[in-house]
């Protein structure tokens, strides 16, 4: 801001520097101060040494290159001289560290200590170097420094431009006080819900200022002792709120697109391959110039999205099989090394930064492992930060009040006045603790102090107004009091529901205007449904739409799985929202421990499925003996323990071959159950019917799988598989069986569709009855697979297919109307589509009445077993 200001004041030939500028150029040489970028990582390799007397055991700590920087610019800036021959062996260690840092630093990079003797060596040519100097509203000069403007001040008029607050006892040159406007500013002080509530606030008394034109942006400021809890907050507002604020600390790196290209590849490295991560890593580092361009694009598109694929040699087998599938993506191949160094882990951090990582990102990424070990590199990232976005001579400054101090602007908003935040406590310094070095030796400028010093030099540098804000509430919710820097200040709570003078984004004057909101058609929407979700009438918002819908009509005609038929019949607004507005459940695509129970059920199907298929035709599964199934099942077993890891997310490799081993149990409990005793008799398991006529087998089956079938007397038309169907030829029988790997229910004898709940066995006998030539004799079962159940048998088929198709009018019946009512499942938490319904359980109770009137043709049926 100074440089701002000497430009539009046309001062042309002055220098505006900070001490550690002034320093190097009078030591001269080319010499420079340090860098913090340079300091740490000279420090990370000094600890990497090793050889020391109390901090071996701890070097390699993350975390432990920023703690050292730290403590020894407090050292240097106290001007503690760290010769070796202290007696602790913690100082020791320092001074070692010390000695090291010097050696890998840069040739003309110079400690702060050295500098200054380098400096003081020179200062007889401080008339000539640098000429007069003035020390701009600087509060507070680090003892280090000391002897320097001291020694200069011998040999060119040094003026020190100083508010009131400042430390200015030691300085003998002459001290000009700045002096206050001719108007006396306004301090008001505020509290508001919450550090975002604060965020909000700022913005609306920024705009309010700038709109007004009491105010330039330039002139306004938003500072905070520490500026964590706001952050996240104004970067995410400021975008919408169209303001230009420029972050004087820098951004977030994690915020911006670089920032996540560098997460994205440490998520991979720490935590392992899986198909989700790589995904993003390609989908971020696209279009870099990487490795990852050199593929085909869309590679990732071959891959089946449902696996997990956390091995590589998982990927291995993924990419062969999809390169056997379609030759053209021979390409793919070129991923593998790719993947294979990604597959390194965090080991691999430099080798895979430099294949897919450029520009900002390979930067941070470099600054992030020079900061600490590889291992800590989360941490890394989350601490760095980018220069920010907009300049600061023509922006809202939002800043930390040690930064605002030394350049105060007329307009100041101080945040996070509370008694935890302002004045942040002192605590000790985690390499230095107070047993090895007093802090009151080489903390000479403590965090507390620090505080006060900067609060009142912003308040008192703040020409027209300053606003003083605090939270009621931390960001977790516990209720905060007020900093004692607030003193007896009266104070005015601001709601967070309240109109504001002025608002700070568009969706900010939608709130303070509610006519103008209800113009808006989704506002209005909104409003309508919160209105409608307090009556108990049934309206369009509870699944209530016109009759004769060509979506529902859509939905009713497609062809139906048992899945979706039980669906329609035992819930039919979920019916309505899954096939009719197409919506779906998110599926997990993170590694987990265990697979669902449907998932299972499947797992325990295609193992009966391929073994029986090993069986067929010779020696056939009838046939066989048990040694012959038990080797067809471990055979099926090997192919699904490699197969289901490239087609869906499976546990890991321990907990997956545990889950196979259970489903094998279960299976060859069910294939040792055969009951089957004529040599005519012929078995398959999942068999298909109703399917599109492209449709391709790939084996021997009873019939023709593209055939149609139909429920009886209803529009609807069944597609699906048949878990087992056993087939005698003379006298003509059929058996169909449903495995179960649930635990049986305890009607399950009595039961015969269950309420719409069972609906395979008697869908099963409807298919062989339509497909099978002749008039077969049908037997339907249910046979569970754990404890050794028996199989029960469905008494009355005919029964049951009349019982479904009359279920099935009323339902179609009450949809094509434009009704569609929640069932018995609706409110189950094993729903996955709960999560669609109003979360409080007084909608419940709210609606029922009108959804058991509106649903009275099908709730006898619901309660039938």
């Known amino acids: 801001m100074r440089r701002a200001e000497a430009a539009r004041a046309n001062e042309c030939g002055r220098q505006i520097v900070n001490l550690p500028q002034l320093a190097a150029r009078l030591a001269g040489g080319f010499s420079a101060p340090v860098t913090l970028e340079q300091l740490e990582h000279a420090i990370q390799r000094a600890l990497d040494e090793g050889n020391f007397a109390e901090l071996e055991s701890v070097r390699h700590l ?16 106290a001007g503690i001289r760290l010769d070796g021959k202290q007696t602790a062996a913690r100082l020791d260690d320092l001074a070692l560290i010390e000695q090291r840092v010097r050696h890998h630093l840069p040739g003309t990079a110079m400690l702060p200590h050295d500098l200054r003797i380098a400096a003081i060596a020179r200062i007889r040519f401080a008339p000539r170097l640098v000429g007069s100097v003035t020390i701009e509203r600087l509060s507070f000069i680090a003892p280090n420094w000391r002897p320097l403007i001291l020694a200069l001040a011998e040999h060119v008029p040094v003026e020190w431009r100083a508010p009131d607050c400042a430390e200015t006892h030691w300085f003998s040159g002459p001290i000009v006080r700045h002096e206050a406007d001719h108007c006396e500013p306004s301090t008001t002080a505020v509290s508001c819900a919450d550090p975002r509530h604060e965020v909000v606030e700022s913005l609306r008394w920024a705009r309010q200022l700038i709109t007004s034109g009491k105010a330039r942006p330039h002139e306004i400021a938003i500072a905070s002792a ?197 004045p942040r406590r002192s605590g000790e310094d985690s390499i230095l603790p107070n047993h090895v070095l007093s802090s009151s030796e080489f903390d000479v400028d403590p965090t ?27 960001a977790q919710g516990s209720r905060v009091g007020r900093s004692p820097l607030l003193r007896d200040r009266p104070e005015t709570p601001l709601s967070r529901a309240r109109i504001p003078e002025h608002a700070w984004n568009e969706a900010d004057r939608l709130m303070a205007r509610p006519a103008d909101a209800v113009k808006i058609a989704r506002i209005g929407s909104a409003n ?17 739409f016109s009759a004769e819908h060509p979506a529902m009509r859509q939905a009713i005609e497609r062809v139906q799985s048992a899945t979706s038929l039980r669906l329609m019949l035992r819930d039919p607004m979920a019916f309505v929202w899954r096939y009719a507005l197409g919506w779906r459940t998110p599926q997990d695509r993170e590694q987990p421990l265990s697979i669902a129970p449907d998932a299972f059920g499947r797992l325990v199907h295609e193992l009966l499925r391929r073994a029986v298929d090993l069986l067929e035709p010779r020696p056939g599964y009838a046939r066989a003996s048990d040694q012959e199934i038990e080797t067809a099942l471990e055979q099926a077993a090997r192919v699904v323990r490699e197969a289901w890891p490239l087609e869906g997310p499976v546990p890991p490799s321990l907990l997956w071959r545990n889950t196979v081993d259970y489903a094998v149990s279960l299976a060859m409990i069910g294939l040792l159950r055969k009951e089957i005793a004529e040599a005519t008799t012929r078995s398959w398991t999942e068999v298909e019917f109703g399917q599109r006529d492209d449709f391709f ?56 569709i269950g309420g719409g709940s069972e609906l395979q066995r008697a869908l099963y006998g409807l298919v062989c009855r339509q497909l099978l030539p002749g008039e077969p004799q049908i037997v339907a079962r249910l046979l569970y697979l754990r404890g ?53 359980p007084g909608y419940q109770r709210r609606k029922r009445p009108a959804f058991g009137k509106a649903s009275v043709g099908i709730a006898r049926l619901w309660s039938s077993e």
């Open 226 to 422: 520490n500026t964590t809890a706001w952050d996240d907050h104004f970067y995410a507002a400021v975008t919408d709120s169209g303001l230009r604020l420029h972050f004087v600390h820098g951004i977030p790196a994690l915020a911006t697109r670089d920032g996540q290209r560098a997460a994205a590849l440490a998520d991979v490295l720490l935590h392992g391959l899986s198909q989700s991560r790589v995904r993003r890593l390609a989908s971020l580092c696209r279009g870099e110039g990487d490795a990852l361009d050199q593929l085909p694009r869309g590679w990732l598109s071959s891959i089946p999205r449902g696996a997990a694929l956390v091995r590589i040699e998982d990927w291995c087998r993924a990419i062969s099989t999809a390169v056997l599938d379609d030759e053209s993506s021979i390409g793919l191949r070129a991923a593998i090394p790719i993947l294979e160094v990604l597959g390194k882990g965090i080991a691999a951090a430099r080798e895979a930064a430099e294949l897919v990582l450029r520009g900002r990102s390979a930067q941070l990424w470099q600054t992030a492992l020079r900061t600490g070990p590889p291992e800590a590199i989360e941490f890394a990232l989350q601490s760095a930060r980018f220069p920010s976005e907009f300049d600061a001579a023509d922006s809202i400054a939002w800043t930390t009040a040690r930064i605002l101090a030394n350049a105060p602007r007329p307009y100041a908003r101080l945040l996070g006045l509370t008694n935890r935040a302002w």
């Open 448 to 474: 507390a102090r620090a505080d006060r010093r900067h609060f009142d030099a912003i308040v008192t540098g703040a020409a027209r107004e300053v606003v003083l804000s605090r939270s009621r509430r931390s």
């Open 788 to 840: 050794g159940q028996p199989a029960y048998k469905l008494r009355d088929l005919d029964g049951a297919i009349e019982q479904i198709a009359t279920f099935v009018n009323v339902v179609v019946s009450m949809l094509m109307r434009g009704t569609a009512v929640p069932g018995p499942d609706s409110f189950e938490r094993t729903n996955d589509l709960r999560l669609a319904l109003p979360a409080s």
């Open 528 to 544: 309508a449904c919160w209105t409608s979700w307090h009556e108990e009438r049934l309206t369009p918002y509870d699944a209530q």
């Open 697 to 752: 087998a790939g084996r021997e089956l009873p019939w023709d799988a593209t055939l149609p079938v139909c429920m009886p007397n209803t529009p609807i038309r069944l597609r699906g598989t048949i878990d087992r169907l056993d087939l005698r030829t003379e006298p003509t029988a059929a058996r169909v069986t449903d495995y179960k790997t649930s635990e049986p229910p305890r009607n399950v004898q009595r039961m015969s």
């Open 62 to 77: 993350p975390g432990m290159t920023r703690a050292v920087s730290r403590s020894l610019r407090m050292v240097w800036d």
